[in-house]
């Protein structure tokens, strides 16, 4: 499979002021950020797109991608790591060099062990996948839809995969920790997430947070992220503590942006 890359910058690296404006009226993740966030993460993202790889399927050649819709790719990658230091910033995405559009969800043929060590093969449909110091591979479809409060973004779902494997090869939904955090904290918490899930879907009942959530420990914690920047208010309703505790992890407060 080609793969295009295209430079936003090609000339210019001085940061391109009226395109971020642009950026941050397309996508209410942006639009809702006050000012002294936005114009930091606006300087992070330019930043990103200076470091990081950005290819494309030949079949999106034709798709218009300009500057402001690197800087809306950029600064949703950026808005993650918003409330930490510039070392931690770019410390915590040092696994990061690549994102791979494709123009839409794709399939994986996978091989699974399981516990009584038969193996399964199926194929997976994926809306976007990453691996330890490999790229993140997003769907161009899912990324539109991406943006706004809706609790889905599939950029910030993979790249919450990358900060899980900040200290593992494989993602287990124990991310690297600020010393404000002890591990027993972390797992007491997402134990509650991860027990309430798997009741509800025993019981048949809906769950507050995508079900996904509950089929491995690191896709909790990517959910939950998701959840966290996308649908903050349903997250503070249904797990205040987690609520909680990932306000403190990313030192942010995505309840007070979405109530803008
Ligand atoms: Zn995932």
Not at 52 to 62: A, G, M, N, Q, T
Not at 165 to 192: C, K, R
Not at 207 to 221: K, R
């Amino acid at each position: 499979m080609p793969i295009r890359w295209l430079s936003p910058s090609p000339s210019s690296p001085r940061f391109p002021t009226a395109d971020w404006q642009t950026a941050c009226q397309r996508v209410a993740l942006l639009n809702t950020l006050g000012h002294e966030e936005a114009e930091q993460l606006g300087q992070r993202a330019w930043q990103f797109l200076a470091q990081k790889r950005i290819s494309f399927h030949p079949d999106l050649k034709e798709m218009a991608f300009d500057r402001p819709a690197y800087l809306v790719l950029a600064g949703q990658a950026c808005l993650l790591t918003l409330g930490w230091s510039n070392f931690e910033h770019t410390d915590a995405f040092s696994n990061v060099h690549e994102i791979i559009l494709l123009p839409d969800g794709f399939t994986r043929q996978v091989e699974e062990m399981d516990e009584f060590g038969v193996m399964h093969e199926y194929t997976d449909s994926r809306a976007g996948e990453t691996s330890y110091q490999g790229p993140v591979v997003l769907s161009f479809t899912d990324l539109m839809q991406s943006g706004g409060f809706n609790g889905y973004n599939i950029l910030i779902h993979e790249l919450a995969h990358k900060l899980d494997m900040g200290n593992a090869v494989d993602i287990d939904g124990f991310p690297p920790l600020p010393n404000s955090i002890t591990p027993a904290e972390w797992h007491g918490v997402f134990s509650g997430v991860w027990n309430d899930l798997q009741d509800r879907l025993q019981r048949g009942q809906p769950t507050p947070i995508d079900d996904y959530a509950a089929s491995h420990p690191g896709e909790c914690f990517a959910v939950c992220c998701e959840a966290f920047f996308c649908a903050p208010a349903i997250l503070a309703d249904a797990y205040p503590d987690l609520y909680g505790l990932l306000c403190r992890y990313f030192n942010q407060q995505p309840l007070s942006r979405f109530q803008r």
